[in-house]
């Protein structure tokens, strides 16, 4: 059964004011011409979803002029509102046009979830509805006390709660939920409770990154974070060090997910995997498998230059990759994805 994607982009953004004067929240950039809608988006795309349904309303006219009916691989539909009527309406809106599961976002937060591996588990479940959550960040830096005096200070940790982060699979049979009267226009506060109470919720968490965007400040942090990432098919890369010497690289990869089969022509590189659980395979120059090694915490591979290979993921993979410089000689011999 084929899922539809939702984006929730009706909002008018006040928070964000001046950004948001003359263009929805949506369009903010994260970087030159790659937006917060940009991202979320190719989100769906790589989850392997065609179709998306844009719930707009304010200045929904520039995202259309900007992404069309037909974006990349995707078929857009927009659901306008010319007034704002609450989440709850523009879910159920979707629900009825769609008549079929849909995997739906808030059109305000920039994460990393693994939208597929979401999918998967939510048609597992029973539950009609459910919810990705993510841990709670402190808005402030806390202060650790023993013995009557403060031993240390750290810095906006993860709390020990969890937060609604904005990402909901919703079976077609939860349209029943939708249809009932409440007295108030958001989802948070009368679908969610009451599927909750009969039993029709249930979750969805890993970790990764997650960040909405709800201030000048959040998009400040995010444009900063983003300087040197780039998103990928399969994860992200970010550029720690970049000099004469030497290229140091993050990569992330998500589970069920791998990079290209390529090589470097001169690069000498190092893997070090931080976290998580992967493999990488060799290939010989028509592309056979030659040999498959298992990436597990602290494992060390070294590969050198015009070597045909393959990183992939069992669990969500984090690793470093130390090397010699040029960062742009990667040959692409075959690609699991549209780019």
């Not at 290939?283 to 298992?294: A, G, M, P, S, T």
């Amino acid at each position: 059964m084929n899922v539809i994607g939702g984006i929730l982009a009706g909002g008018y953004g006040k928070r964000l004011l001046p950004l948001t004067k003359d263009y929805p929240k949506q369009l903010i950039e994260l970087k030159e011409n790659y937006t917060i809608l940009d991202k979320q988006l190719n989100d769906l795309r790589f989850a392997d979803i065609k179709n998306v349904y844009l719930m707009v309303g304010y200045l929904h006219e520039k995202i259309i002029e900007r992404f069309g009916n037909k974006w990349k691989d995707l078929n857009l539909t927009y659901l306008i509102e010319e007034k704002p009527q609450g989440t709850l309406y523009a879910i159920k809106n979707a629900l009825e046009y769609a008549n079929s599961d849909m995997l739906i976002m808030n059109g305000d937060i920039i994460c990393d979830f693994n939208l597929k591996k979401m999918i998967e588990v939510s048609r597992k479940r029973k539950e009609l509805i459910t919810i990705a959550i993510t841990k709670m960040p402190s808005p402030y830096g806390i202060v650790v006390i023993e013995d009557n005096k403060i031993v240390n200070f750290i810095e906006k940790p993860l709390l020990p709660h969890y937060i609604n982060a904005g990402i909901y699979y919703i079976k077609k049979e939860a349209m029943d939920l939708f249809k009932r009267e409440y007295s108030l226009t958001d989802v948070e506060r009368t679908v969610f409770p009451k599927a909750a109470v009969e039993g029709e919720l249930a979750y969805y968490t890993e970790e990764s990154f997650w960040h909405s965007i709800d201030s000048i400040k959040d998009v400040e942090f995010i444009r900063e974070f983003y300087k040197n990432r780039e998103d990928k098919p399969w994860g992200w890369e970010r550029i720690l060090v970049n000099n004469e010497k030497y290229l140091v690289k993050e990569l992330y990869i998500k589970a069920g997910y791998r990079t290209s089969i390529h090589y470097h022509k001169e690069r000498d590189e190092t893997l070090n995997v931080i976290k998580g659980l992967g493999y990488i395979e060799f290939f010989d120059e028509k592309l056979n498998l030659i040999k498959r090694e298992i990436l597990t915490n602290n494992s060390i591979v070294r590969i050198k230059p015009n070597t045909i290979h393959s990183i992939g993921a069992e669990e969500n993979l984090l690793l470093q990759e130390y090397s010699t410089p040029y960062p742009n000689d990667v040959v692409r011999l075959k690609d699991f994805y549209l780019r």
